[in-house]
């Protein structure tokens, strides 16, 4: 029980990676808050969580709004006390936003950069206080082996969510809050696998992957588990490609 007594707030936890994070957390003995803007979704998987044993509570909100995030973290600090892990997770991923800039609409660029971006400062920001006074803490983001290559709106944002991973590694290191990342590459989550073609997966595990398999949920828990417990506790400012070996970079 990695994670006993230990309260995490997880972004974008109705559904997906979200979802298996809170799971498996929960697994590990933490309690859970899951902040989706999916307000009904968030319940379901809250409930479903709960009829296993475990702690866990919905706190709707739309994390691209900072006053919505500070109500979901009071409310998660109301009900456990305190947050220790904050698992900046929620965002907009869909090959929509893998178009070049001049193609997309500049309404579909900023909401990109809000939830991607903005979205991880709101929320770690808004944790913060709560880690110090507990001694410290973990915050994991999830960033993308697009922001390694960068060469779309969702790549940039993914990029700019790595540059946060230093800058807050940096800036919460008096609290002790460690920061770090994931990068993960294709992933067999529904979402992902129903939105690109199949040419195009194909392609990815065949010729540019190292290890020839779809990625899958439990790839990127085991390493979100490893970097939220103690055994990283040397670790900060890092982000940890689980992507099969692409891109590879040095
Ligand atoms: N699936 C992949 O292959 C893959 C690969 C690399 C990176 N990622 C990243 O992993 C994260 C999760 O991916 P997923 O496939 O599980 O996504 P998903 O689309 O299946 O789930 C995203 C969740 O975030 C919630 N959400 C969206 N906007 C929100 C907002 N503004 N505020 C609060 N919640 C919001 C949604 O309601 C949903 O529950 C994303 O940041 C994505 O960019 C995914």
Redesign the pocket.
């Known amino acids: 029980m990695r994670f006993q007594g230990k309260t995490a707030f997880v972004?974008?936890g109705?559904?997906?990676?979200?979802r298996a994070f809170a799971r498996a957390l929960t697994s590990e003995g933490a309690a859970v808050a899951i902040?989706?803007?999916?307000a009904d979704?968030a319940e379901r998987t809250a409930a479903e969580l709960t009829s296993h044993g475990a702690q866990v509570i919905a706190v709707p909100?739309?994390?691209?709004d900072e006053h919505q995030v500070d109500r979901a973290v009071a409310v998660t600090i109301k009900r456990f006390d305190g947050i220790d892990i904050l698992i900046n997770?929620?965002?907009?991923?869909l090959t929509k936003y893998n178009q070049p800039f001049g193609v997309l609409s500049r309404d579909d660029i900023r909401d990109l950069f809000n939830?991607?971006v903005i979205?991880v400062i709101n929320c770690t920001l808004a944790c913060r206080d709560s880690m110090r006074e507990r001694g410290g803490g973990v915050v994991l983001n999830?960033s993308?082996?697009?922001g390694f290559i960068n060469i779309s709106p969702y790549g940039v944002s993914?990029l700019a969510v790595r540059g946060l991973t230093v800058a807050f590694a940096s800036e919460l290191s008096p609290d002790r809050i460690r920061v770090n990342g994931i990068a993960?590459?294709?992933?067999n989550?529904?979402?992902?696998l129903a939105d690109l073609p199949h040419s195009l997966v194909h392609d990815i595990v065949r010729e540019r992957q190292l290890v020839h398999r779809l990625g899958t949920m439990d790839d990127v828990v085991s390493a979100m588990l490893f970097l939220c417990s103690d055994e990283a506790s040397f670790i900060t400012g890092e982000t940890l490609k689980v992507s099969g070996g692409y891109p590879l970079t040095v």
Do not use: Q, R, W, Y
């Not at 902040?35 to 999916?38: F, G, R």
């Not at 909100?61 to 691209?64: H, Q």
């Not at 993960?184 to 992933?187: E, N, S, T, V």
């Open positions: 972004t974008g109705a559904v997906g990676f979200g902040a989706d803007i999916d979704t909100c739309d994390v691209a997770n929620a965002g907009l991923h939830v991607n979205g999830i993308s082996m697009a993914k993960p590459g294709l992933m989550t529904e979402n992902a």
